[in-house]
Every structure is written in C-alpha cells, then in structure tokens.
C-alpha cells in the first residue's frame, strides 16, 4: 500500500473521529454511515445490528461498544435536528465495517483502517512482550496522538502560525539533544529533509521523545503558560530535563542511540500488508 493512500486512508476515518472528555475516542453512526456511503440510516441500521450481535458473541459487552445517543445532523438548508444514534467504539467500528457491502471500496478502505488501529491498541497494551520494531510502531501511534494535544496546547499558549510552532517543536528538541535542533538531527541521523526525525527513532529514543511531549503538554496546560516564547522555554526545560533523568540512570543520550535500519514507514507499510493478507 502506498503511502499516499496510507494518508487518504486515515483522512477519511480520522476527520469524522471525535474525542470524549476522558480522553476516548468514538465516532458517530450516522456520520459513519454517509462516509460508507449508505444513503439511508435505515439501510445501516441492519449492518450496526449485524455488528452488535458479533460483538454479544465475542463475549464483550455490546453496551460498551455501542452506545445510544442523539446526534445532531444537518439536514440542508443550515438546519439541524437531533435523531436518535449510536457512539461507536474503534471496535464497534471495525465490526460494521467487516459485515458492511464489500463492493464499496470505501468498506475496504475502512476494514484496513479500523483493523490496523485495533492493532495499534493491542500493541500498547502487549508492550513488554513486543519486538523491536512492534515497540517503535507503538511508540510512534502514540507520539502522534499526543503531538495533536501537544499542538493545541502551544496554540493555546500563543503559538499560532506554522513557523512559530516550529520554533516551538525545535525548542523541546534542543533541549533533550543537548543543544541539537532538528537541523542537526537530520545530520546526525543521514537524513534527508523531507524525512520526519520520529520515524527513525529506536523505541527507546521515542519514549524519550513521549515522555518529553507528554510533560510539556501537562505544563502548559497546568501553568496556563502564555506568549510563544515562554511556551517554547517551557518546551526546552522539560527536554532538559528529560536528559538530566536520562543521565542520572546511567542512560545512553539520545543523540547517540543507533539510527534503525527500518523506517516506521516500512513498518507500517508491512503491518498493513499483514492485516490486509490475515
């Protein structure tokens, strides 16, 4: 699968996704239904029922999964009116995808979505019992998600444009890598510029980096921290931080932990390709 479609792929599920206040993710029937093409919510009803039942069958609790709730839906002219829905799990997803109309390409688009973040979760949870290259995967998903909440929280700080958040991200970096930007990591790593640093991350140089992001996005949020250059401070202490505990316990600097032959890319690609075949 290429990565161009990788990218398309996440777009169509990721944009309909939503967050609780908990943190959860879930996402709406009767917005799943138009992006699977349904016409009708009458006519996805039958497949939600379908994926309720395998859901009874697999021992999980179908309530936990699919949850009734009123959605708000646009129904043309800037009205809207409220019609009784489903909140979906990830799983409740992944099960009214693989009993969905397989003559729709967007059922396969999503079967391999929905399966490939299934995964994702599995590998968090297994972490301790993971290869090398499992633990990288599942270090990456989980960077991602916290540089979203990363990205919000600076943006909430006063780091609004694309080039002051790049200031911004290059901050967190120099202060973990001992002075070293994101310029210089390219270097030290052989990489191109079009090349993203956190894709050619050992798991242990990606926890760092987790870890780092995780506790910048806490304090900016707790200290209300306000203006672009104290977000970006704060950004930078924290990285120092990190490498200060780094040091304490005797462990390598980032900076000088091998580069993986395999980019998460490949990885990917390759978890994919799996899925897809399984």
Not at 198 to 222: P, V
Not at 247 to 270: F, N, V, W
């Amino acid at each position: 699968m290429s990565e161009q479609r990788m990218e398309y792929r996440e777009a169509v599920f990721e944009n309909i996704k939503h967050v609780n206040e908990n943190g959860q993710e879930f996402w709406y029937a009767r917005e799943l239904q138009k992006t699977l093409e349904y016409t009708e919510f009458n006519k996805f009803l039958p497949v939600i029922k379908k994926a309720m039942k395998a859901c009874e069958q697999s021992g999980n609790d179908v309530e936990d999964h699919f949850a009734e709730v009123s959605e708000m839906v646009r129904i043309g002219s800037g009205v809207v009116r409220e019609f009784d829905s489903y909140e979906l799990s990830r799983y409740a997803c992944y099960l009214i995808v693989m009993n969905g109309d397989i003559r729709k390409k967007v059922i396969s688009l999503g079967q391999t979505y929905f399966a490939v973040k299934t995964r994702q979760q599995e590998l968090m949870e297994e972490y301790e019992n993971l290869d090398e290259d499992q633990k990288r995967l599942a270090v990456r998903n989980e960077m991602k998600e916290h540089n979203k909440s990363l990205a919000d929280a600076a943006k909430n700080a006063g780091v609004e444009k694309p080039s002051d958040y790049a200031v911004f991200q290059n901050r967190g970096y120099q202060g973990l890598y001992g002075g070293l930007g994101v310029k210089e990591i390219h270097t030290r790593k052989g990489l191109k510029k079009s090349q993203k640093i956190l894709d050619h991350m050992g798991s242990t140089e990606l926890a760092a980096n987790l870890f780092r992001a995780t506790q910048t996005d806490e304090k900016l949020r707790r200290e209300q921290v306000k203006g672009k250059g104290a977000a970006g401070e704060v950004h930078y202490e924290v990285g120092k931080k990190v490498r200060q505990t780094i040091a304490e316990l005797g462990g390598t600097m980032p900076e000088d932990l091998p580069t993986p032959r395999k980019s998460i890319k490949q990885i990917e690609r390759e978890e994919a390709k799996r899925l897809e075949q399984a």
